[in-house]
């Protein structure tokens, strides 16, 4: 079966531990294009942040973020989904971690906003390359629907944190461990599996023309979606055993491995 449309998970995936994509994925990638294989990135970072390695790539298509509860396009920035947390219940998982005293931090309108730049908010402006809005108390308002939320702890916090989010909220949130010590929370209908569905429904493409690549817990939906799930050598055990396929890892030039032997050869 000819591979049709490519979703790949960005961190941990296509970049590498120095948050680079490799010449050789760059020219695996460049390679599947020109074949008229469309390849896309499903991540659970923001569209801006996305979008930087998207122009790298020279990808002209449909970017899938937060986690699939965005779908925008590169060059028009049309938007093909929108599927924002309703803002009661993000004001309810608000309450509840400042009750736990939980690190969060909040999306909307591609914008980074939270409490104060304390080390977790310069982190992760340094990991993502975006700038973080610093807006006191008013974090817990929510005055929009935010596209996001994501937690940041140790990785036994997060652990103990997913599961107290999973129980309270269950079917109302979509609630993943995507970095071991990131917890994320979108739209109950808005994971990468979802998103994909749509995307290749919107191009013609059907299930088992799509290969998607992913390593952590918010790739999960979109490896079982895909006829060709592929996980990185250095996967979850969870994504592992989900996936149909596994490659290496992505500092050992996993998905450059995966485009070659699967869509070029």
Not at 202 to 224: C, F, P, T, W, Y
Not at 247 to 265: F, Q, R
Request: overall charge negative; some cysteine.
């Amino acid at each position: 079966m000819t591979i049709k449309l490519i979703a790949i998970d960005l961190d941990d995936t296509l970049l590498d531990s120095k948050l680079a994509v490799s010449p050789r994925a760059c020219e695996a990638i460049r390679k599947a294009v020109s074949r008229g294989v469309t390849v896309t990135i499903a991540t659970g970072r923001m569209y801006c942040s996305a979008l930087v390695y998207a122009k790298q790539l020279k990808l002209d298509v449909p970017l899938i973020t937060y986690n699939g509860a965005l779908i925008k396009s590169c060059l028009s920035g049309e938007t093909l989904l929108h599927q924002p947390v309703e803002r009661e219940l993000a004001l309810e998982v608000l309450d509840l971690c400042r009750e736990h005293n939980w690190y969060i931090q909040t999306y909307m309108n591609d914008k980074l906003y939270v409490k104060e730049l304390d080390e977790h908010a310069a982190y992760y402006q340094r990991f993502s390359g975006t700038p973080a809005n610093a807006i006191g108390d008013r974090l817990y308002v929510a005055e929009q629907p935010p596209t996001k939320m994501l937690a940041m702890s140790t990785a036994e916090d997060i652990k103990a944190a997913y599961n107290i989010v999973k129980t309270r909220f269950d079917n109302q949130l979509t609630v993943a461990i995507s970095k071991p010590t990131f917890l994320e929370i979108t739209h109950p209908q808005a994971n990468k599996g979802r998103a994909l569905a749509f995307l290749a429904d919107k191009l013609q493409i059907r299930q088992e023309e799509v290969m998607a690549l992913g390593d952590s817990g918010n790739d999960l939906d979109m490896i079982k979606y895909a006829g060709w799930g592929v996980a990185m050598g250095n996967a979850s055990d969870a994504v592992k055993d989900a996936a149909r396929l596994e490659t290496l890892s992505n500092d050992a030039d996993g998905v450059a491995e995966a485009i070659e032997k699967y869509v070029l050869n």
